[in-house]
């Protein structure tokens, strides 16, 4: 595929014949591949070898049969190659920038930047050594698809013809042969694609050939339709932020999912640092589509038993847990478990939903909002060990013997810090409360709070609901994650 060990071969057109200089080892070389040609029925003689370079007889017009004989000549086992298109078509021997070449086909810069990024696999074989296989026979023709150059041109830009056999694909009727070859027919057909774009981007600038165009904007459209999924990494946010939440494994995903990701999660801070969605290829990711939840479903999202007779205000219904995220909020606790900030109840309900937890001291400094949780509890047939006690969250904790305790200090609305928020930046005195609180604590916080702002060891976990939607942080204390692994 143009990709040989030793870089590619240049030659010289002289009087005598063709002119192959050194070094020796190169000289070595061709003599090695001029000679596993056996009797190849296109293998020119060698006139003269020495030290410093060979020299092969001119090469006439080729017996009628030298395409076909070609195409069957035994070739090395099958390669494997792989990269971004861009850096391939480098690798491959020639005269012309390919970036500067694709724009002469009218490609905008955008397109031919996302062209030479995009990620290729190739699986090919490599020939023999120059050996014979060069002159103009080695052109495309109808019904086959062999591609090749004039001698002269071949030599001079430091094509090897044969690599270019090597990386040909072939008739649809042949695809048999080629997977009993080893050769996967789609590998096969993007080393055919890239190998026969590189000549035809030549042909264009330097040559005369008037198809050239025609091919080199054929072989772009079948590299640029062959990506069918884009490779995804987060770059940027904390190292405990997993790209599983919104990516798979290997980061392989279609373009419209790579580009629903960007608009869930680039640009977001996260624990105090900003997360940027790289995507190989690149691809638009065009502008954020706008929200159109109806309301009836981000309702149900907060309480599944919303229609039956829910009971909210308006600050309950900005602020409330949704139910599945409160459910793995709540995750490890047992025992007697405070609920330091209970509002409508939306933490207390995943709290009273816990076999493990026996008591639940919900607190909430307003009256009102407590007698709205007692209903929802009331509604979901919850709230038999359920104590709603209306006072201060700090003076509950200092005295109330608990096993667990789950905070949600306020930090919601237009003054929260959405770059960096810190423990001291919060709606209540976070770190006088934390001084006699349990062991067993989980705090509901922002996206951007930077975890290292609390006193002590705390495990963060990102929130993420169905929709890949970023809600909140969920920092468990030291003992509590390692109970739960």
Known sequence: MG??????????????????????????????????????????????????????????????????????WPEGPPVLVEGRVGALLQALPGQVDPARALKKLGLKRGAVDRLLATPLRGMTRLGPSLGGAVGPWLREAEGGRVVGLRGARAMGSGWRAVDL???????????????????????????????????????????????????????????????TQVRVTLEGGPPWLSPRLWLPPDGLVSPARARAVSHLIHGVSVGGAVVQVQMSPPIRVGRRPPHREPLSTRRRRLFSRWEEGVLVDEEGLYSATPEALADRLVRGLSGVVIDGTCGVGAITLALARRQEVTQIIAVDLHAGRLELARHNLRLYGLGSKVRLVCADAREVIAHSPADGLVLDPPWGGPGYDRTAARAESLGMDLLGVLRHAPQDVVLKLPPSFVVESLPGIWAPEPMVDDRGVLKLLAARSASLAARLG
């Open 3 to 72: 990709l040989p060990p030793g870089g590619p071969l240049y030659g010289y057109a002289v009087a005598e014949g063709l002119w192959i200089p050194g070094p020796r080892a190169r000289v070595t070389a061709e003599r090695e591949g001029w000679a596993r040609l056996g009797e190849h029925p296109a293998r020119p003689r060698i006139l003269a070898t020495h030290d410093e370079g060979l020299l092969i007889e001119p090469v006439g017009a080729p017996p009628a049969d030298a395409v076909a004989a070609v195409l069957a």
């Open 165 to 227: 056999v090597a990386a040909s694909w072939f008739a649809d009727e042949e695809l048999a042969d080629v997977h009993a070859q080893g050769l996967d027919g789609e590998l096969a057909e993007q080393a055919w694609q890239l190998t026969r774009l590189r000549w035809a981007l030549e042909e264009l600038i330097l040559g005369d050939d008037p198809r050239a165009e025609i091919w080199a904007k054929e072989s772009v459209e079948a590299l640029t339709r062959a990506v």
